[in-house]
């Protein structure tokens, strides 16, 4: 994303905590400046979830700082999984399988597992004349990721199914996999 502008204060803090996070560690991205908001209109409950005391919004947005002040975006919250205790961010997990040349369209989900939580499960859409296997795209995040950000469940779809907005419904990919394996959810 870049460094922040002078006029503008953003820092990388533990979500629990508050505590501003060490260089290299990601945290929730915080912003406070006289462009940033104030709070919701008629909306008290949602302002003091978003705005603290001191003026700063919380984002929900996942970043990190280098050690030259440039700052990384690293995902949304909300696109988070948590297995094994580790969050795991969708995006970067979608980054690595997109790297893949016959990868078109990559989207991760989590889904209910007994003993880690949740699992990452990837949808895969293949370029046209292309062609790839689950061994492929699982090698490629091995060499690429912490093993327990590897997916443990690929499929590969003929097209992601889409919002209005051109997001990926995420929720439908995690309903149709939790029905195949029949998961209880």
């Not at 929730?28 to 001191?54: L, Q, W």
């Not at 997990?93 to 040349?101: A, F, G, N, Y």
């Not at 007994?114 to 046209?128: K, L, S």
């Amino acid at each position: 994303m870049g460094r922040p502008r002078e006029t503008i204060e953003i820092r990388v803090v533990d979500r629990e905590t508050g505590r501003p996070q060490p260089v290299g560690t990601p945290g929730e991205i915080v912003i406070r400046a006289f462009t940033v908001m104030k709070g919701y209109y008629g909306k008290p409950t949602e302002t003091s979830e978003a705005v603290n005391a001191d003026g700063w919004l919380h984002t929900g947005d996942v970043g990190r700082f280098d050690a030259d002040g440039y700052l990384y975006f690293d995902g949304r919250y909300k696109d988070m999984l948590k297995t094994s205790g580790f969050n795991v961010s969708c995006q970067e997990v979608e980054e690595v399988l997109s790297q893949h040349p016959a990868v078109l369209y990559a989207s991760l989900v989590g889904i209910p597992d007994a003993r880690d939580t949740e699992i990452g499960a990837a949808f895969v859409q293949v370029r046209p004349g292309a062609a790839c296997t689950e061994t492929e795209l699982l090698q490629l995040c091995r060499t690429r990721l912490a093993r327990f950000k590897v997916p443990r469940h690929v499929r590969f779809v003929d097209a992601l199914p889409l919002s209005a907005s051109g997001k990926v419904q995420k929720f439908v990919l995690r309903a149709e996999l939790v029905r195949e394996l029949k998961i209880d959810s």
